[in-house]
């Protein structure tokens, strides 16, 4: 609400050119809020708004409109406007940027941009995507180890404008191999000693990422370790770039996007879901369906199976959703929590058996509570059938059934993830739909199974 106030005023400013007032509202604001206030604004609005600021305000801005804004904005406007643009971008969020541009955008634009700048996308562009290469920026303090506090205080100012963070600072040799790090407050300290050389108090226990590491495996290290930023090296440990927080927040973030994705049966989105054309989203999802549809016709086939045993007891029908959801709802619950472990790291395969002993017991816990409600639920249903009330055992049939159904989907949620990532297949993505299809299927089949030995010294 607050956002349209400011969208008359500045269209106003843009229709009559009044540049005191556009550069004012650039300037008056956080970056952040200057961008929040733009969104209403076409790309084409927001590129007359940005020419106002200056280069270095310009790209604090543009970094935060939506990825789609940015995209729109970068491909619509003068290609030599947007080269400078890109320019004062990271490293990182540069080759972000490129690689989602259409190529014919990127081959207009590459050539306009400085050589250097060149040689360090072509370089990021190389890494896998998903790796640490690909996510690092190379814009870091990088000192050697020979500097006294003073010198290093002097290089560090020279470096400081072109740097995305200062907090650590990377003591590399001359062949740029990682020595150590130390950080701004060390330095700061040791300025009442200004001979003091940065070797004498760098940390040499480093935690450190190499550049083919999976971005995941980066982020839950940053995270287990709590640092704002992270080194990258290669093979010989020379220094490559570095991983800061800003960028794990995002790894995470897209990273959780595909799980909560994949949980759901659904192949992961390349894009986000607005940009996803309505083609791709049909076939990421209906590959999915189909799959659980084939899976659910063994499901419908164990009820043909049993249609003879129904017919005798139809009242067993009712019950059916009841125990194949329990079942389901069990499965999913289990596979759910540990794939979410798996995750962060918290299991692993080597503890398979301690997942299975948890399951189990919980597995029983749970299917006890259900069990008492479904005693009471099969009571009520009943009442009112006189072909079961001579029989106090059919009682019996929906709480046992429960009992094993939930065990039952408590160990294949459990199992499956784990036996999937053994496998070297994606857990998220293929748990949960086998999960449903087999619990239902068992569950039909227990169900069946219960019932005869309950009911078939009645005449079954």
């Avoid at 004062?88 to 634009?109: G, H, K, N, T, W």
């Avoid at 690909?134 to 470096?159: I, W």
């Avoid at 816990?365 to 009471?376: E, H, P, Q, S, V």
């Avoid at 009442?383 to 065990?407: D, F, G, H, K, M």
């Amino acid at each position: 609400m607050v956002n349209t106030l400011y969208l008359p005023e500045l269209r106003e400013y843009l229709a009559e050119g009044n540049e005191l007032e556009l550069r004012e509202f650039c300037t008056a604001l956080h970056p952040a809020r200057v961008a929040e206030f733009m969104e209403g604004l076409t790309a084409s609005e927001s590129w007359g708004v940005l020419k106002h600021a200056e280069p270095r305000l310009r790209e604090q801005i543009f970094i935060y409109f939506d990825h789609e804004k940015q995209i729109e904005l970068l491909e619509g406007q003068n290609r030599n406007d947007v080269a400078a643009l890109i320019e004062e971008l990271a490293s990182d969020d540069r080759v972000d940027l490129l690689q989602d541009l259409r190529p014919e955008v990127v081959d207009e634009l590459l050539p306009l941009l400085s050589s250097d700048i060149r040689r360090n996308i072509q370089r990021l562009r190389a890494y896998p995507e998903r790796t640490a290469g690909a996510v690092m920026t190379t814009e870091f303090a990088r000192l050697s180890e020979h500097l006294t506090a003073r010198e290093a205080l002097d290089e560090l100012s020279r470096q400081a404008e072109h740097l995305e963070t200062i907090y650590y600072l990377y003591l590399v040799d001359g062949e740029g191999h990682l020595r150590g790090t130390c950080t701004t407050r060390q330095l700061v300290s040791a300025i009442g000693k200004p001979d003091v050389r940065l070797g004498d108090i760098m940390e040499t226990r480093l935690i450190t990422a190499n550049v083919r590491d999976d971005q995941e495996d980066v982020a839950r290290k940053v995270a287990r370790y709590d640092l704002l930023a992270i080194p990258v090296v290669d093979d010989q440990f020379r220094m490559m770039g570095i991983i800061t927080h800003d960028d794990v927040i995002d790894v995470v973030r897209e990273e959780a996007v595909e799980d909560v994705q994949r949980l759901a049966g659904v192949t992961p989105l390349d894009e986000s879901y607005l940009r996803t054309s309505i083609i791709t989203l049909g076939w990421k999802r209906g590959m999915w369906l189909g799959i659980l549809f084939f899976t659910a016709l063994f499901t419908a086939s164990a009820l043909k199976f049993y249609e003879q045993r129904l017919s005798a007891w139809p009242w067993l029908i009712m019950f059916i959703p009841l125990i194949m959801s329990s079942g389901g709802n069990s499965g999913n619950q289990s596979a759910t929590l540990i794939i979410a472990a798996m995750s962060t790291g918290d299991v692993t395969l080597r503890d398979w058996l301690r997942v299975v002993r948890r399951e189990l017991a919980v597995g029983v816990m749970l299917g006890l509570f259900l069990a008492l409600c479904g005693l009471l639920v099969t009571w009520m249903l009943t009442l009112n059938e006189p072909i079961v009330q001579p029989y106090a055992r059919v009682l019996l049939v929906v709480p046992s059934t429960l009992v094993l159904v939930v065990i039952c989907g408590a160990l294949f949620g459990s199992i499956l993830p784990m036996a999937f990532k053994r496998l070297g297949l994606d857990p998220a993505l293929m748990s949960n739909p086998f999960v449903a299809g087999l619990s239902d299927i068992l569950a039909i089949v227990i169900y069946m199974t219960v019932a005869s030995i309950f009911l078939g010294a009645s005449g079954w």
